[in-house]
């Protein structure tokens, strides 16, 4: 005999007012110790036109449970949806708050710039790593013991050593050149770009700041190539036509010959106006790879030649976009950013060409 709560459960379905009470009534009669679960059960203790006729009516009485459960439950949800919708009910008639509008920082965006005019250029992007050890940052690029880079006051150390070697936050993104010729075979046209970091802060100098890195090496390269990539360079960040340069010599421990480039300039009533004029502002550093840093790098100096460029992108910015205190960049205020600060729709766009 099958239990006769079977059938009173099956007709209270249809008066359960939750969800809730819904689920509860479909445990007691399918959970795994609901009453139809066990009527199952028991048919195996039936034999022949018994258990035939004793299944036959626990299935019947099971498709009757779906079957009431489906319905109700669809009911039951359209009915709490309802209450939902009347609750959380909202006027999308009324009018929005303003949401202020980001702007990309001009440090970001003369950078994404930069890399843009060298990618076009056929360079390849590549980066290192901003914990570096002394070999990759001074040894490896002919920087002796006694060079004042390597004292406290402008290097900023770490306590903990890696092979024995001293750790430190690198200085410069020449390190990436080292790496980069460990990796791989020249010809090598590779543009690198990163955080760097050195101990001094005043109106012109950060303890944090960006630097981008260029490298060539190739067979019969020489200054003339340096001068023509320098001065593509400049005439499409700066928006120039024919900009006149000045190279003067200089000593870098990796270069050889060295030089820092100017770029012509007028000074006038408080602002510099980029390739015009009879003055000269400093810009960048560059020169022609050192035999021994290309020895140090495993690269036969007498076949292949090379030369490196090294900006401060914090510094062309403050050329191209008016920008005449280092600091501002970092002090995150939002005036600041507003007015120097691009939109999406400008991103990587020129800028003004003349600057305060």
């Not at 008066?15 to 009470?21: F, G, H, K, M, Y």
């Not at 001074?138 to 402008?154: G, K, T, V, Y």
């Not at 050195?198 to 190539?225: A, C, K, L």
């Not at 009533?269 to 980029?274: D, F, M, S």
Request: charged residues 25%.
């Amino acid at each position: 005999m099958l239990d006769p709560n079977i059938q009173r459960l099956i007709d209270s379905i249809g008066q359960a007012d939750s969800l809730e009470t819904l689920e509860a009534h479909k445990v007691a009669l399918l959970g795994k110790t609901g009453l139809l679960t066990g009527a199952l059960k028991s048919l195996r203790e039936l034999e022949g036109e018994g258990r035939r006729v004793q299944g036959e009516r626990i299935n019947a009485l099971k498709n009757q449970a779906l079957s009431a459960f489906s319905e109700r439950g669809t009911f039951l949800e359209a009915k709490a949806l309802s209450a939902r919708l009347a609750k959380e009910w909202q006027d999308m008639t009324l009018p929005s708050f303003s949401q202020p509008q980001g702007k990309l920082h001009p440090l970001n965006n003369a950078m994404e710039e930069i890399l843009a005019i060298f990618g076009q250029m056929g360079f390849d992007l590549a980066e290192g790593p901003h914990i570096e050890d002394d070999y990759y940052n001074f040894s490896a690029l002919n920087i002796l013991e006694i060079h004042p880079s390597r004292q406290l006051m402008d290097t900023f150390y770490l306590p903990a050593e890696r092979d024995g070697r001293t750790l430190l936050l690198r200085t410069h993104t020449s390190g990436v050149q080292i790496r980069s010729l460990a990796s791989q075979n020249p010809p090598v046209r590779i543009v690198s770009t990163g955080r760097v970091f050195r101990s001094d802060y005043d109106q012109t100098h950060t303890p944090n700041f960006h630097q981008i890195e260029v490298m060539v090496i190739e067979p019969g390269i020489h200054m003339g190539h340096l001068k023509g990539l320098i001065k593509e360079f400049f005439e499409r960040f700066f928006e120039l036509q024919d900009v006149a340069m000045r190279f003067r010599p200089n000593h870098f421990p990796f270069t050889e010959p060295s030089a820092e480039v100017d770029i012509q300039a007028l000074r006038s009533e408080g602002k510099v106006t980029l390739g015009e004029g009879d003055d000269w502002l400093e810009v960048l550093g560059c020169g022609m790879i050192h035999p021994k840093v290309l020895e140090n790098c495993g690269v036969d100096s007498n076949k292949y030649q090379g030369f490196a460029i090294g900006m401060g992108i914090e510094r062309l910015a403050m050329l191209k976009y008016g920008i005449t205190d280092l600091r501002s960049f970092y002090e995150s205020d939002l005036r600041w950013l507003s007015h120097f600060g691009f939109s999406s729709l400008q991103a990587a766009s020129c800028g003004p060409r003349v600057t305060a």
